[in-house]
Protein backbone atom coordinates (compact mmCIF):
# COMPACT_ATOMS: atom_id res chain seq x y z
CA UNK A 1 0.00 0.00 0.00
CA UNK A 2 1.12 3.13 -1.05
CA UNK A 3 2.77 5.49 1.83
CA UNK A 4 2.08 9.52 1.14
CA UNK A 5 4.77 12.20 3.12
CA UNK A 6 3.61 15.78 3.74
CA UNK A 7 5.75 18.48 1.77
CA UNK A 8 6.25 20.90 4.47
CA UNK A 9 -24.17 27.87 -2.89
CA UNK A 10 -23.65 30.17 -3.77
CA UNK A 11 -26.81 29.46 -2.36
CA UNK A 12 -29.07 31.92 -4.53
CA UNK A 13 -32.16 31.92 -2.57
CA UNK A 14 -32.01 35.69 -3.36
CA UNK A 15 -36.02 36.91 -3.98
CA UNK A 16 -37.66 35.08 -7.14
CA UNK A 17 -41.02 35.93 -8.81
CA UNK A 18 -42.74 32.93 -7.89
CA UNK A 19 -45.71 31.41 -6.41
CA UNK A 20 -46.20 31.50 -2.45
CA UNK A 21 -44.27 28.28 -1.08
CA UNK A 22 -45.69 26.89 1.97
CA UNK A 23 -42.92 26.14 4.56
CA UNK A 24 -44.07 22.69 4.82
CA UNK A 25 -43.36 19.77 3.32
CA UNK A 26 -40.29 20.89 1.41
CA UNK A 27 -37.51 19.89 -0.36
CA UNK A 28 -33.99 21.44 -1.66
CA UNK A 29 -33.53 22.11 -5.81
CA UNK A 30 -30.14 22.94 -6.80
CA UNK A 31 -29.17 23.61 -10.30
CA UNK A 32 -25.90 22.88 -11.15
CA UNK A 33 -24.31 25.06 -13.66
CA UNK A 34 -20.81 24.05 -13.92
CA UNK A 35 -18.72 21.12 -15.04
CA UNK A 36 -15.05 20.08 -14.98
CA UNK A 37 -11.99 21.75 -12.91
CA UNK A 38 -9.58 23.66 -13.47
CA UNK A 39 -8.75 24.77 -17.06
CA UNK A 40 -11.46 22.25 -18.23
CA UNK A 41 -14.11 23.94 -16.82
CA UNK A 42 -17.29 25.15 -18.53
CA UNK A 43 -20.04 27.02 -17.19
CA UNK A 44 -23.84 27.70 -18.13
CA UNK A 45 -24.48 31.11 -18.68
CA UNK A 46 -27.77 33.01 -19.97
CA UNK A 47 -29.90 30.26 -18.86
CA UNK A 48 -33.54 30.22 -17.59
CA UNK A 49 -35.15 27.68 -16.04
CA UNK A 50 -39.02 27.70 -16.23
CA UNK A 51 -40.27 25.15 -13.33
CA UNK A 52 -43.76 23.68 -13.36
CA UNK A 53 -45.86 21.35 -11.24
CA UNK A 54 -46.01 22.08 -7.58
CA UNK A 55 -45.01 25.39 -7.93
CA UNK A 56 -44.35 27.78 -10.93
CA UNK A 57 -41.25 29.74 -11.20
CA UNK A 58 -38.39 30.59 -13.25
CA UNK A 59 -34.61 30.70 -12.17
CA UNK A 60 -32.13 32.12 -14.13
CA UNK A 61 -28.15 32.04 -14.00
CA UNK A 62 -27.97 35.62 -13.66
CA UNK A 63 -28.93 35.36 -10.12
CA UNK A 64 -25.50 33.54 -9.36
CA UNK A 65 -23.25 34.90 -12.13
CA UNK A 66 -20.09 34.01 -10.49
CA UNK A 67 -21.48 30.60 -8.89
CA UNK A 68 -21.67 27.50 -9.43
CA UNK A 69 -25.34 26.98 -8.77
CA UNK A 70 -28.59 27.96 -7.88
CA UNK A 71 -30.49 27.12 -4.80
CA UNK A 72 -33.76 26.86 -4.25
CA UNK A 73 -36.46 25.42 -1.30
CA UNK A 74 -39.28 23.68 -3.24
CA UNK A 75 -43.00 22.31 -1.76
CA UNK A 76 -42.99 18.63 -2.46
CA UNK A 77 -44.84 17.02 -5.46
CA UNK A 78 -43.92 16.14 -8.95
CA UNK A 79 -42.20 19.13 -11.36
CA UNK A 80 -41.07 19.50 -14.73
CA UNK A 81 -37.93 21.67 -15.90
CA UNK A 82 -37.39 23.35 -18.63
CA UNK A 83 -34.29 25.07 -20.15
CA UNK A 84 -35.52 27.80 -22.50
CA UNK A 85 -33.75 29.14 -25.41
CA UNK A 86 -30.71 31.53 -25.10
CA UNK A 87 -28.63 29.63 -22.94
CA UNK A 88 -24.82 29.73 -23.70
CA UNK A 89 -22.16 27.22 -22.85
CA UNK A 90 -18.71 29.03 -21.94
CA UNK A 91 -15.34 27.36 -21.82
CA UNK A 92 -13.31 29.32 -18.76
CA UNK A 93 -9.63 29.06 -18.81
CA UNK A 94 -6.44 31.06 -18.73
CA UNK A 95 -7.25 32.90 -21.68
CA UNK A 96 -10.76 33.71 -20.50
CA UNK A 97 -13.93 32.56 -20.62
CA UNK A 98 -15.08 31.70 -24.46
CA UNK A 99 -18.58 30.67 -26.11
CA UNK A 100 -18.43 27.14 -27.22
CA UNK A 101 -21.22 25.98 -29.82
CA UNK A 102 -23.05 23.34 -28.48
CA UNK A 103 -26.44 21.51 -28.43
CA UNK A 104 -28.57 20.14 -26.06
CA UNK A 105 -29.10 16.56 -26.50
CA UNK A 106 -30.80 15.25 -23.23
CA UNK A 107 -34.48 15.23 -22.48
CA UNK A 108 -36.36 18.74 -22.59
CA UNK A 109 -38.47 19.57 -20.35
CA UNK A 110 -37.35 16.56 -17.62
CA UNK A 111 -40.08 15.38 -14.99
CA UNK A 112 -38.73 15.03 -11.48
CA UNK A 113 -40.09 14.72 -7.75
CA UNK A 114 -39.33 16.97 -4.62
CA UNK A 115 -39.43 14.74 -1.29
CA UNK A 116 -39.77 16.15 1.86
CA UNK A 117 -36.52 17.26 3.28
CA UNK A 118 -34.65 15.08 0.31
CA UNK A 119 -32.36 15.81 -2.24
CA UNK A 120 -32.84 14.79 -5.84
CA UNK A 121 -31.03 15.23 -9.02
CA UNK A 122 -31.84 16.29 -12.76
CA UNK A 123 -28.91 16.06 -15.23
CA UNK A 124 -28.99 18.14 -18.61
CA UNK A 125 -26.49 16.74 -21.40
CA UNK A 126 -24.91 18.99 -24.10
CA UNK A 127 -22.31 17.88 -26.80
CA UNK A 128 -19.75 20.62 -28.33
CA UNK A 129 -20.21 21.41 -31.93
CA UNK A 130 -16.45 20.59 -32.85
CA UNK A 131 -15.66 17.47 -30.90
CA UNK A 132 -14.23 18.84 -27.75
CA UNK A 133 -13.99 16.70 -24.41
CA UNK A 134 -14.88 19.41 -21.75
CA UNK A 135 -12.95 18.41 -18.58
CA UNK A 136 -11.05 15.58 -19.95
CA UNK A 137 -12.97 12.22 -19.05
CA UNK A 138 -16.34 12.71 -20.63
CA UNK A 139 -16.07 11.07 -24.13
CA UNK A 140 -17.72 11.66 -27.21
CA UNK A 141 -17.20 15.80 -26.74
CA UNK A 142 -19.77 15.68 -24.03
CA UNK A 143 -19.93 18.04 -20.68
CA UNK A 144 -22.53 17.06 -17.95
CA UNK A 145 -24.34 20.60 -16.20
CA UNK A 146 -26.63 19.04 -13.33
CA UNK A 147 -29.75 20.60 -12.33
CA UNK A 148 -29.54 19.41 -9.15
CA UNK A 149 -30.43 19.33 -4.85
CA UNK A 150 -27.14 17.68 -3.88
CA UNK A 151 -24.80 19.40 -5.94
CA UNK A 152 -23.80 16.55 -8.35
CA UNK A 153 -22.04 17.03 -11.58
CA UNK A 154 -19.69 19.48 -11.18
CA UNK A 155 -16.72 17.84 -8.85
CA UNK A 156 -18.23 17.95 -5.39
CA UNK A 157 -15.66 16.35 -3.01
CA UNK A 158 -15.83 17.08 0.64
CA UNK A 159 -14.50 15.88 4.24
CA UNK A 160 -17.21 13.83 5.76
CA UNK A 161 -15.51 12.27 8.44
CA UNK A 162 -12.54 12.74 10.93
CA UNK A 163 -10.53 10.82 13.97
CA UNK A 164 -8.49 13.44 15.85
CA UNK A 165 -8.27 12.13 19.26
CA UNK A 166 -8.74 8.32 18.98
CA UNK A 167 -8.68 6.42 22.72
CA UNK A 168 -7.66 2.57 22.26
CA UNK A 169 -4.64 3.43 19.68
CA UNK A 170 -2.26 6.36 20.11
CA UNK A 171 -2.89 9.70 18.07
CA UNK A 172 0.04 8.90 15.75
CA UNK A 173 -1.48 5.42 14.99
CA UNK A 174 -5.31 6.35 14.94
CA UNK A 175 -6.19 9.34 13.68
CA UNK A 176 -7.59 9.55 10.33
CA UNK A 177 -9.86 11.25 7.66
CA UNK A 178 -12.67 10.37 5.14
CA UNK A 179 -13.58 11.79 1.86
CA UNK A 180 -16.86 11.40 0.16
CA UNK A 181 -17.53 12.40 -4.00
CA UNK A 182 -20.88 13.41 -4.07
CA UNK A 183 -20.48 13.76 -7.63
CA UNK A 184 -22.20 11.84 -10.50
CA UNK A 185 -18.90 10.12 -11.95
CA UNK A 186 -15.67 8.67 -10.24
CA UNK A 187 -12.93 11.00 -9.99
CA UNK A 188 -9.71 10.66 -10.12
CA UNK A 189 -7.55 12.27 -7.86
CA UNK A 190 -3.82 13.15 -9.91
CA UNK A 191 -3.23 16.47 -9.59
CA UNK A 192 -5.01 17.14 -6.21
CA UNK A 193 -4.08 17.77 -2.82
CA UNK A 194 -4.92 17.63 0.96
CA UNK A 195 -3.93 20.53 3.01
CA UNK A 196 -4.17 20.80 6.39
CA UNK A 197 -3.47 24.69 7.34
CA UNK A 198 0.25 25.18 4.93
CA UNK A 199 0.81 21.47 5.15
CA UNK A 200 0.06 19.74 1.92
CA UNK A 201 -0.34 16.36 1.03
CA UNK A 202 -0.15 15.40 -2.97
CA UNK A 203 -2.50 12.36 -4.04
CA UNK A 204 -0.70 11.56 -6.87
CA UNK A 205 -0.49 7.82 -6.89
CA UNK A 206 -3.32 6.29 -9.18
CA UNK A 207 -6.34 7.39 -6.27
CA UNK A 208 -9.55 7.80 -7.19
CA UNK A 209 -13.38 8.03 -5.68
CA UNK A 210 -16.10 6.04 -7.23
CA UNK A 211 -19.68 8.43 -7.73
CA UNK A 212 -21.49 8.35 -4.25
CA UNK A 213 -18.07 6.72 -2.70
CA UNK A 214 -15.65 7.03 0.42
CA UNK A 215 -11.70 7.34 0.31
CA UNK A 216 -10.30 6.93 3.44
CA UNK A 217 -6.50 8.27 5.07
CA UNK A 218 -4.76 6.80 8.02
CA UNK A 219 -1.56 7.66 9.71
CA UNK A 220 -0.97 3.82 10.87
CA UNK A 221 -1.50 0.54 8.64
CA UNK A 222 -3.94 -0.74 11.22
CA UNK A 223 -6.32 1.72 12.99
CA UNK A 224 -9.44 -0.43 13.06
CA UNK A 225 -10.02 -0.89 9.47
CA UNK A 226 -7.67 -1.06 6.06
CA UNK A 227 -7.15 2.04 5.26
CA UNK A 228 -7.60 3.20 1.07
CA UNK A 229 -4.55 5.62 1.71
CA UNK A 230 -1.14 5.78 4.10
CA UNK A 231 0.48 8.99 5.10
CA UNK A 232 2.55 10.50 7.32
CA UNK A 233 3.92 14.28 8.60
CA UNK A 234 0.33 15.12 9.45
CA UNK A 235 -1.35 15.30 12.81
CA UNK A 236 -5.13 16.35 13.75
CA UNK A 237 -4.99 18.72 16.84
CA UNK A 238 -7.14 17.41 19.73
CA UNK A 239 -7.91 20.96 20.87
CA UNK A 240 -7.47 24.57 18.96
CA UNK A 241 -8.63 25.37 15.36
CA UNK A 242 -7.27 23.95 11.98
CA UNK A 243 -8.57 24.41 8.23
CA UNK A 244 -8.73 21.35 6.15
CA UNK A 245 -9.40 21.77 1.95
CA UNK A 246 -8.95 19.54 -0.26
CA UNK A 247 -7.65 21.29 -4.06
CA UNK A 248 -8.15 20.06 -7.52
CA UNK A 249 -6.15 21.44 -10.46
CA UNK A 250 -5.52 24.35 -7.83
CA UNK A 251 -8.56 24.47 -7.21
CA UNK A 252 -10.01 24.37 -3.51
CA UNK A 253 -13.45 22.03 -3.66
CA UNK A 254 -14.42 22.23 -0.29
CA UNK A 255 -12.77 23.88 2.75
CA UNK A 256 -13.88 22.89 6.76
CA UNK A 257 -12.78 24.65 9.40
CA UNK A 258 -12.69 22.39 12.80
CA UNK A 259 -12.60 24.45 16.06
CA UNK A 260 -12.85 22.35 18.90
CA UNK A 261 -15.33 25.10 20.46
CA UNK A 262 -17.85 24.84 18.20
CA UNK A 263 -18.02 21.00 17.20
CA UNK A 264 -18.65 18.04 18.94
CA UNK A 265 -15.41 16.90 20.71
CA UNK A 266 -15.55 13.69 22.57
CA UNK A 267 -12.10 11.50 23.20
CA UNK A 268 -12.53 8.43 21.06
CA UNK A 269 -15.36 9.53 18.59
CA UNK A 270 -14.81 10.26 15.20
CA UNK A 271 -16.36 13.98 13.88
CA UNK A 272 -19.39 12.64 11.70
CA UNK A 273 -21.16 14.85 9.11
CA UNK A 274 -24.44 13.99 9.16
CA UNK A 275 -25.17 11.99 6.36
CA UNK A 276 -28.35 14.47 5.11
CA UNK A 277 -25.42 17.11 4.69
CA UNK A 278 -23.51 15.91 2.65
CA UNK A 279 -22.10 18.75 0.75
CA UNK A 280 -19.54 21.45 0.30
CA UNK A 281 -22.23 23.94 2.01
CA UNK A 282 -23.80 22.10 4.65
CA UNK A 283 -20.53 20.92 5.82
CA UNK A 284 -19.44 24.70 7.18
CA UNK A 285 -22.27 24.70 9.37
CA UNK A 286 -21.23 23.53 12.79
CA UNK A 287 -24.78 21.88 14.11
CA UNK A 288 -24.28 19.00 10.71
CA UNK A 289 -21.37 17.52 12.59
CA UNK A 290 -21.61 14.99 15.53
CA UNK A 291 -20.01 12.20 17.51
CA UNK A 292 -19.45 9.01 15.76
CA UNK A 293 -21.48 6.40 17.57
CA UNK A 294 -20.54 2.97 15.94
CA UNK A 295 -17.68 1.00 16.99
CA UNK A 296 -15.06 -0.09 14.58
CA UNK A 297 -12.63 -1.41 17.06
CA UNK A 298 -13.48 0.00 20.33
CA UNK A 299 -13.06 3.57 19.38
CA UNK A 300 -16.20 4.92 17.15
CA UNK A 301 -16.81 5.94 13.45
CA UNK A 302 -17.96 5.07 10.15
CA UNK A 303 -14.71 5.09 8.32
CA UNK A 304 -15.59 4.27 4.56
CA UNK A 305 -19.30 4.13 5.15
CA UNK A 306 -22.15 5.75 5.04
CA UNK A 307 -22.56 7.69 8.22
CA UNK A 308 -25.68 8.77 9.85
CA UNK A 309 -27.78 11.27 9.96
CA UNK A 310 -26.59 13.70 13.63
CA UNK A 311 -29.63 13.61 16.23
Known amino acids: MPRLSFSALLCCCAALACSDLPELPIGQLRLGLTSGIGEARYRLERATF???????????????????????????????????????????????????????????????????????????????????????????????????????????????????????????????????????QAMDLDGCELRRDEQKLPLDGGFSIAAGGYLTFANGDTPGFTPDVLYSGITLPNSGAFTLAVACAGEVLDQVLIESAALPNAAGHSLSLSRSAHDPAANDRPGNWCDGVTSYNGDFGTPGEANPDCP
Open 50 to 184: ALGGAAQLELSSADAPDGDSLQRALPAGEYSAELLPGWQLVRRGAAGAQPVAAELVSSNPIDFSIRTGELTTVTYQFRTADGEQPGGNLGGGEVRVAIEVDGQGAPRLLFSELMKNPQVLPDADGEWLELYNGGT
